[in-house]
């Protein structure tokens, strides 16, 4: 990793610079990949399935047979797991949930909000060198209870045309039934524009790699939602002198070991801590079974000597983080302070794992500094917030001059005369 010393605010912006992904570069082959899909269909989808998966496939849709292997196939353990892990996501997010509640602004004038689930959502699930089956516990339990009415997860499948059991295992659990074997740009596609097997969405969540993220980003300008812009895992810790070098060097692999674009940053006012966390950081990266891709990571990331508290808080909510781990004495003491960051880790006991996996929060995170302008997934992400008003033949009069007056203001006479006319 490399080291800064007490870097100049004026050299922060610089500092603070992700990993960067040329999309330009790959735009021209995506785009050609989403064309062929939204014109072919599902022959397209299981094209690309075998040139980039190796796997042929014929039925793109997971049969019941495939989810009853799964689950037979599955370690009790890990099973165990996955719907414990459920149990604290769905407490979580059911705390979202709320009634509409009717303000009365002047009487006679009623207005309220009501939440309405977004009807249709594709959830991506990377496969590869890591199935993320976490992930479709994040999205599809908030998307259940939001009560969206058709929820479709796509994966990529491995050579043999299979989805890992702990993906079918952790969609049945929530309650998805229809599992494509569909990875990459082609299932974007594939969920952006429907075919005949997979139908089209109107929002797509879920992480994936460079060419994902810029699937998602092109059709997102045919007018199809997605959950956020997404880049490469990252992870910021702040270690006084009382973190545990140990603790916190564990806490930036785990975010090494995603992928090797990913970044992690160690923020501290203390030169030793550094030094010991970095010595710590060497021992256990040397005995990490994906090593090679933490390593990759680690060139990426920084550990940075700041003069004092206040400095590292101001640092940190200028990076923005994906994870923010507050691996110090007051850690409720700063996180008052923090404005920008997709999920805070309080204490030394509160690794960033356990948002990961099982804690009830989301990890489906802005990254990329995108943390200073959005949030993470929740219930709200799967819902429109539609407002209502209703008003009695008191309340427009009542109101009606307000409205003429402003109406006339900006020259909108036909404004004005639909409230003249009810008079």
């Known amino acids: 990793m490399q080291v800064y ?48 998966d190796k ?11 495939e989810f009853t292997i799964a689950q037979q196939a599955l370690d009790a353990k890990l099973k165990a797991a996955i719907l414990s892990a459920k149990v604290n996501i769905e407490t979580f997010h059911k705390a979202q949930l ?16 009501k939440n309405v689930a977004i009807e249709k959502v594709g959830l991506y699930i990377p496969g590869g060198t890591a199935p993320l089956f976490s992930t479709i516990l994040m999205l599809g339990a908030p998307a259940r209870l939001a009560g969206c009415t058709e929820i479709i997860l796509c994966s990529p499948p ?26 990459g740009v082609q299932a974007i596609g594939a969920m952006a524009y429907g075919t005949e097997t997979i ?20 059709v997102q300008q045919d007018g199809l939602a997605i959950d956020m812009p997404a880049g490469p895992s990252e992870v910021a810790v702040y270690a006084d002198e009382s973190a545990n070098a140990a603790f916190v060097a564990a806490d930036l692999l785990s ?50 000597l700041v003069n004092n508290e206040a400095e590292a808080i101001d640092l940190l909510n200028e990076y923005a983080a994906e994870h923010l781990i ?29 948002g990961d996996y099982a804690s009830g929060t989301n990890h489906t995170l802005p990254t990329n500094g995108y943390a200073k302008a959005y ?45 003249k006319v009810r008079l």
């Not at 796997?55 to 049969?63: G, H, M, R, S």
């Not at 952790?170 to 074997?181: D, H, N």
């Not at 139908?199 to 092109?218: D, E, M, R, W």
């Not at 970095?278 to 550990?303: F, G, T």
Request: proline content about 4%; some cysteine; glycine content about 6%.
């Open 5 to 52: 010393q007490y870097p100049q605010r004026s050299e922060w912006k610089a500092l603070l610079q992700r990993p960067v992904m040329n999309v330009e570069a790959l735009e021209g082959s995506v785009k050609n990949i989403l064309q062929a899909v939204k014109q072919e269909g599902d022959a397209a989808v299981k094209r690309f399935t075998q040139q980039f």
């Open 55 to 65: 796997a042929a496939i014929y039925n793109l849709q997971v049969n019941e047979e």
């Open 98 to 113: 709320s009634a509409p509640e009717i303000i009365e602004t002047m009487p006679g004038v009623k207005c309220w909000r």
């Open 158 to 183: 491995d050579a043999n045309g299979q989805l890992h059991p702990a993906i079918l295992f952790a969609a049945k659990a929530v309650g998805i039934t229809k599992v494509f074997k569909a990875g």
């Open 199 to 218: 139908p089209a969405v109107s929002k797509i969540f879920g992480p994936g790699n460079q060419y994902v993220t810029c699937a998602k980003q092109l």
């Open 255 to 304: 975010q090494a070991e995603h992928g090797s674009d990913s970044q992690v940053v160690l923020v501290s006012c203390t030169q030793a801590v550094v030094e010991d966390i970095e010595q710590e950081i060497n021992k256990q990266v040397a005995v990490l079974p994906r090593k090679d891709i933490a390593v990759k990571a680690l060139a990426n990331s920084k550990l940075i």
């Open 326 to 354: 507050l691996s110090c004495n007051n850690p409720e003491a700063i996180a008052e302070k923090i404005i920008n960051a997709g999920s805070v880790f309080l204490g030394h006991y509160s690794p960033e794992s356990v």
């Open 375 to 419: 949030s993470g997934v929740s219930v709200d992400s799967f819902v429109k917030k539609i407002t209502f008003q209703q008003l009695t033949q008191e309340g427009l009069k009542n109101i009606s001059k307000t409205v003429i007056t402003m109406a006339e203001a900006e020259g909108l006479q036909a404004h004005a005369n639909a409230v």
